[in-house]
């Protein structure tokens, strides 16, 4: 960004805000009211004190920043980061103050948001004055969050799990810190513990960096109807780690004819995936939930309505969040955050880290089962067909343990490349075949929406895909629509309503946007019973 290279060290800035609350939402204290008013530069400054510890390391995470980051330690330049949905750290060690002299910490964001050419989803800063179809404001600086860690001098930085089988978990970590100990200390031990009892049923060791093997007795498996987790132990010299791991499959069927259907299969079974589309804005907070509990309870509410996919929409959230996706079993289609809007060849290298980061960083989650590379139109044109497939590609490479989603709802799903034939339709959803490559899947519909007065982001400004009167007709509209899923279920195989919850003016969810429900006990157990008989809906066996 322009300022980067002049830190204000040893000044006091003008204001303060709540880390780690993006700058533009209420609870940051410094949200602008208008567009003009927005900053595309931030500068955070904190002071700090912490004891002194020869005998380890001191670590600076950050959960992530939107866009690029640049941060001082002490007048040290620690480093740059570019990307606004990965983590990031630093070992600051080195330039740590003791107590009675104190650390001063910068901080310095540029974001341009939609005015830039990288990745953003569906942030519009012009959408602070002005706000309205599918695009929402901005969120940007700081938006997860930032710690310390203290680690010994030789540590597990970090660890990447294989749990794509029925039996066996691979585990391999890497270590990082003082070059003088490599030679110290190599030798990894894994534990898998049960987490009804706590105890130890698999263990083995073997080289850091190198993957682990280890099989487990008589394993269940993760799934929807039974989100099993296993707990991890990981050790290294005096270093250790916690983790878990769910053991499950996510594979095309191949079809043993030439009139057969590919299907998905998780842990070798057909299961539908009735799913919604989760765009994780919050009034409050907008890319940030105002607590963990809230975190959690868009997946809670996914649950009780009888659903058990996810489609996590233009955005990668933080861990948190694919923890509780984890163990309360909702499976997890992650859409990689496009450029929307005025996508130019400039975005495809930022795409291209942010793909890879997001894949390896949310890699160990059971959830996660399938990637979405493109989103309809919004940013696969400057790449070309060539270009496409080469990012098709590239998650196979990083990833062949999931399937993946071409384009959603856009020209490139045409192509027939990657795992699923996935259209987009309002409000009812049209049909479409499935092939012996691609499995098929209603990318997004519905868009039903009862406007709930005293409820809305500005009153009277609401719209929809299709609008409903009241919350009784958009449950009956939606339960008519589950029972067309349910007769296509022999060959469409997943399905993603449009939405959880409302955001900004676009209030066609489920719940509205400060996360009330719109329906009554009584209609929610009516949907909830439509989802579940579109789950159950068994496909004829692939032939």
Known sequence: GPSASSPPLGKTLPGSILVPFPVESCLSGVAPNRSEDAVREMWYRLTFDIPANKSARTLLHFGAVDWQTTVWLNGARLGQHTG???????????????????????????????????????????????PGSDMYTSSSGIWQTVWLERVPQRYIESVTLGQASATTVTVAAELAGDPGLAAVGQEVLVSVLHPATGKEIAAASGDAGAPISIVIPSPTLWSPDSPMLYDLRIRAGVDEVVSYFGLRTFALSRPSSATGIAQPLLNGNFTFLAG???????????YTAPSDEALANDLKATVAFGLNMVRMHEKVNPERWYYHADRLGLAVFQDMPQKYGNASAGVIPYFID???????????????????VFNEGDCWTPFGNDGVKRMVDLVKQLDGTRLVDTNSGGAANDLKLGDVNDIHSYPTPADLNASATQYAMIGEFGGLGAFVEGRQWLPGKCFAYEASATPQDQADTYITIAKLLAERADHVSASVYTQTTDVELECDGFLTYDRQSKFDAAQTESIRAANRAIVRARARAPS
């Open 276 to 286: 919604i589309l989760d765009q994780s804005f919050w009034p409050d907070g907008l």
């Open 354 to 372: 942010d793909l890879t980061r997001m894949i390896r960083g949310k890699g160990n989650h059971p959830c996660v089962v399938q990637w979405t």
């Open 84 to 130: 606004g949905y990965d983590s990031f750290a630093f070992d600051i060690s080195d330039v740590l103050q003791p107590s009675d002299v104190g650390n001063e910490l910068l901080v310095y964001v540029f974001d341009p948001s939609e005015e830039g050419v990288q990745p953003h989803g569906k942030q519009f800063i012009r959408s602070i004055s002005a």
